[in-house]
């Protein structure tokens, strides 16, 4: 038939960019991850294929899309093929977490394991691996909740006892490290006075809703830092879509906090009163509580 005869030619097309698919475009890359997607049942078995479409979407800071799209594959490759995926899948998150803990980024592990949990949740180093992180990040009731999954499984009862020390000695100590950052209410936003490389100082809006901190380009280029090009960035705003770049700070210090080596977007965005936005990938690394009445930021 006609629409049949489409489809065909559309996976044709596709299997033709696949063979050169190191040599293209970042804008042709990504029409072949659609085209991927929208043919699973034909490509599920084309394991190279998949492998290079997650480095791809890992040149791009996409972890989850790339984990998700070998969880999207797995549910139609076949059984010759399950083994060698599976592996990749495994390995894949392997690295993720290792590039993710190197840099501290404790809010992206646990989103990673929650998504991992949900993806496989008879996986049990998946839960395992929730609670440590969520451990780390001092969400220590989260921790134990996470533990459930794994609890009743006797292989690997000897980590879940490990987790339940680390719980109990963490809840013991009672983290007095408790910082209060002070918080500047202008209109309706809080705004933090923090530091770049420990010696530019900026003032940034809290944004809960934002999943990455932002930087205004111009700050950046007054400022006497030296941040290292990561890729290219666009992001959605309210006024559209702004492209920018995403970039490596040697340092972000918010009152006695210093975060290492951090990524944040670089962005033109002339309208914003502030010289950025403190977002979630910072603040998620913390248990955090914004007092509103005393204008204080609570980091732990």
């Not at 050169?20 to 970042?26: I, K």
């Not at 292989?155 to 020390?165: A, D, N, Y």
């Not at 290292?228 to 705003?237: A, F, H, I």
């Amino acid at each position: 038939s006609p629409e049949g005869r489409g489809e065909q030619d559309e996976g044709s097309d596709t299997a033709s960019l696949f063979q050169s698919f190191g040599e293209l475009a970042p804008t042709e890359k990504e029409a072949v991850l659609v085209r991927f997607q929208r043919n699973l049942v034909q490509f599920a078995d084309d394991i190279g294929l998949s492998e290079a479409l997650v480095g791809y979407l890992l040149d791009e800071a996409r972890h989850l899309d790339a984990v998700s799209l070998l969880y999207e594959q797995r549910l139609f490759v076949s059984y010759e093929h399950e083994a060698r995926l599976q592996s990749n899948i495994y390995e894949l998150v392997g690295d993720i977490e290792l590039l993710l803990a190197e840099r501290h980024a404790y809010g992206e592990l646990i989103s990673l394991y929650q998504s991992l949990v949900a993806l496989q949740p008879d996986y049990i180093p998946y839960h395992l691996q929730l609670s440590y992180w969520l451990v780390q990040n001092g969400q220590l009731q989260l921790a134990q909740q996470a533990l459930t999954g794994a609890a009743n499984d006797a292989e690997f009862q000897f980590r879940v006892e490990e987790l339940r020390q680390e719980i109990a000695k963490a809840s013991e100590s009672d983290q007095n490290s408790v910082q209060a950052v002070p918080l500047e209410k202008v209109g309706h936003h809080y705004v933090v006075e923090a530091s770049l490389d420990g010696r530019y100082p900026v003032r940034l809006m809290l944004d809960t809703g934002a999943s990455m901190t932002v930087l205004k380009s111009d700050v950046l280029l007054a400022s006497d830092v030296d941040p290292v090009y990561v890729n290219e960035l666009s992001v959605n705003t309210a006024n559209g879509i702004v492209a920018g770049q995403r970039v490596m700070l040697g340092e972000l210090r918010i009152g006695a906090e210093r975060l290492q080596d951090i990524e944040v977007g670089s962005l033109p965005l002339e309208e914003l009163n502030f010289d950025g936005l403190l977002g979630m990938d910072v603040l998620a690394q913390y248990p955090f509580y914004i007092d509103q009445e005393q204008s204080l930021l609570y980091l732990r």
